[in-house]
């Protein structure tokens, strides 16, 4: 693999609490490449969302990272001055939240929105930043964009904002976009044009996606490799094929249904019986001993560490022996 | 757009015709008007005579409607009391009241706004604490004890400010007596305008701050800090402007019950403004005064919130129906 643009270290986050501290996320490592879209997939509650603020250092007080590395290309963006982190967000790193209803400031137009965000980042005139903001708009499929950009936020509907939102996030051209469920809040009919104009304008920039999602669909079709998320602690990564088709820890498996193909991947995840524990009372041990149908004693004792079960692939599961082969 | 200022107008014509009547059956029912008007030594044929002549039995809606027809011309009878045209009267005190209750509604604004922002964005500051206490001194002790201390400490045992009256006054066109331009008239306001103001202004403070503290956990807040926008562009551009659409609004009510409470003020600092005309009139049941007071209370009331809608409507595009909604 290339040199990532992306890598995150044994990340831990933790949320202090009347009743103790809280890890949100424990110890979760992954890396993506330039120009790699990796999914990120998990129940609800997994740590999903957390990651992506841990990354553009914005988890709401009191939480905080309590340990872990971001490198971002060559520098460390975890331990950056706050004025400093604040330059990386939306120049180095977009980011597109679930709901394009409340994403945008009801009070501001877009074209206010846009050439803020321009100049903010950039050396650009008023004028300059507006011609910008059109072209940004006439990309992502805006129709009209002179004429609508003048328009403010609920002119629009959901699928054309969710458009907006993303002119936003690229504003400033970031190398790595993070899409937090970004078709969630959408009409079904628009959540494919909306994966596919990220996807493109990204591939043709070649900046990174970070795209966390609950649709296996869209992870096998857009996606590179991706990502399991449990309990704040990496189940599985891989490539996108290997992990739906040959997945190598059972939680896994028990999203992807039980005969997977990529087609069939199209369904959402799958429920798997029981609940992810809450982060006040994660088991010793493997956290998914116990809805795992496949636990042993050791699962109940050690935590498994994320380990290659093939080349670009690893699991968290006592299943995988040190060699990589899989007992399944 | 004129449809909607229309609709706004008949509802507050509609308003007023109630409160008139209100005003009407004080003045028609709350002790006699000819009993006020004539001598002990009236005999009781010249009473009815009178009552005859001045149209008091004739059917309760054409009374009504002379009432109405006289207040809309600003008649309002003779005052009792002081045997001058009420709307004399309350004219020559206007000015007083008017001014009195436009300095202190702008210093609440002012102060509440600017307290209510800082103390939202510095939760945990010792100067916001230290803020909030004070404030709820300001809602918990009533109006006239605020006066008496300010009284006692500024003008008793400092002597640095009048405690009572308005100081040199200066007539300006219109016979609008000012006490802006004299420097006693400048020193006299302040202590009456602090104690009509304090209240508005904690409660300013407090509704800033409850809303501003909401906008910051919007997701509009989350986006833009994650486009990178300087704080000063995501407090003062984004996140104040949200916080003013629902203050303004409360703010302009507070500005009619400035002038409802300054009666209270006024009766502390003997403020010869039309609270202290109308308390004088009360005692001795001058009834002409204090229905011409109760419209007049009402009218400013009813004229406020037109404007406060009126605003509203500039601030929030949402409410500006003409580009025709939501399109696609
Ligand atoms: N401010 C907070 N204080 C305490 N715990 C928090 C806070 N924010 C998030 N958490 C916890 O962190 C965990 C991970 O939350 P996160 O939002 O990342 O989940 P997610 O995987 O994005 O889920 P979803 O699919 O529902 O978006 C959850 O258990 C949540 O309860
Ligand atoms: S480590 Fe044990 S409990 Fe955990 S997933 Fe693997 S088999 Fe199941
Ligand atoms: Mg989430």
């Known amino acids: 693999m290339t040199k990532p643009l992306l890598s995150v270290r044994d990340l831990v986050v933790e949320f202090p609490t009347r009743r103790g501290t809280l890890r949100a996320l424990d110890g979760v490592s992954f890396d993506i490449a330039p120009g790699e879209v990796l999914g990120m997939v998990g129940e609800s509650g997994a740590g999903k969302s957390i990651t992506g603020a841990a990354i553009i250092g914005l988890i709401e007080p009191p939480g905080r990272i309590a340990s872990g590395e971001v490198w971002l290309g060559d520098t460390r963006i975890d331990q950056l001055s706050p004025e400093a982190m604040r330059r990386v967000r939306g120049r180095r790193i977009g980011m597109v939240f679930q709901d394009p209803l409340t994403s945008l400031n009801p009070l501001y137009t877009i074209a206010r929105q846009l050439t803020e965000t321009i100049r903010t980042h950039m050396d650009a005139s008023e004028g300059e930043a507006r011609a910008r903001a059109i072209a940004l708009l006439d990309r992502v499929g805006i129709p009209a964009a002179a004429r609508r950009i003048d328009d403010y936020p609920h002119h629009f509907s959901g699928g054309m904002r969710q458009r907006v939102v993303i002119a936003l996030a690229l504003a400033a051209e970031p190398e790595l976009v993070i899409a937090d469920e970004p078709t969630t809040a959408l009409d079904v009919s628009v959540q494919a044009q909306i994966i596919d104009v990220l996807k493109e304008i990204c591939a043709e920039r070649g900046a990174s996606v970070m795209l966390i999602t609950h649709d296996m669909g869209v992870i096998a079709e857009t996606a590179d490799r991706v990502a399991v998320l449990y309990a704040g602690r990496m189940a599985e990564i891989g490539p996108v094929r290997d992990v739906i088709l040959q997945p190598r820890h059972p939680y896994t498996a028990g999203l992807m249904g039980s005969i997977p193909t990529l087609e069939h991947a199209a369904d959402r995840l799958v429920q798997i019986p029981g609940a992810m524990p809450r982060l006040d009372a994660i088991p010793a041990g493997c956290a998914f001993n116990p809805r795992c149908t496949q636990v042993m004693d050791r699962c109940l004792r050690d935590r498994p560490a994320l380990r290659p079960v093939a080349p670009h692939h690893a699991s968290a599961c006592w299943l995988v022996d040190d060699k990589g082969a899989h007992h399944g | ?328």
């Open chain 2, 1 to 328: 757009m004129l449809a909607y200022i229309i609709r706004r107008i008949v509802q507050s014509v509609l308003v007023m015709l109630a409160v008139a009547l209100v005003s009407f059956a004080l003045f028609r029912y709350v002790g006699d008007p000819i009993y006020a008007m004539v001598g002990q030594e009236t005999s009781l044929e010249d009473r009815a005579a009178l009552r005859d002549s001045l149209g008091l039995n004739d059917p309760f809606v054409v009374q009504f409607a002379r009432f109405v027809g006289n207040a809309v011309q600003g008649e309002f009878g003779i005052s009792y009391r002081l045997q001058q045209p009420v709307m004399e009267l309350i004219l020559s005190r206007l000015p007083a009241t008017l001014e009195l209750a436009l300095i202190s509604g702008m210093a609440a604004f002012v102060f509440g706004v600017a307290a209510g922002v800082y103390t939202a964005l510095r939760r945990r500051g010792a100067l916001s604490t230290a803020i909030m206490t004070v404030s709820l001194i300001g809602v918990s002790l009533p109006t006239f004890l605020i006066g008496v201390l300010l009284i006692w400490v500024f003008a008793v045992e400092l002597q640095w400010l009048p405690s009572f009256g308005r100081g040199d006054t200066v007539t300006l066109p219109w016979g609008w007596e000012t006490g802006f331009l004299t420097q006693s008239g400048r020193a006299s306001l302040i202590l009456p305008a602090i104690t009509l103001g304090l209240y508005q202004m904690t409660l300013i403070m407090r509704l800033v701050r409850a809303e501003m503290l909401e906008v910051l956990r919007t997701d509009y807040i989350k986006f833009a800090r994650a486009r990178g926008l300087s704080n000063r562009a995501v407090h003062f551009g984004h996140a104040l402007k949200n916080t003013m659409v629902p203050v303004i609004t409360i703010t302009g009510l507070q500005l009619g019950s400035i002038i409802a409470f300054a009666i209270i003020t006024e009766t502390v600092f003997q403020w010869p403004g039309v609270g202290a005309l109308f308390i004088n009139s009360v005692r001795v049941v001058d009834v002409p005064v204090m229905s011409a007071y109760l419209v007049l209370i009402a009218l400013i009331f009813v004229v406020i919130n037109l404007i406060v809608d009126l605003l509203y409507y500039a601030v929030d595009p949402r409410l500006r129906v003409e580009r025709g909604g939501v399109r696609h």
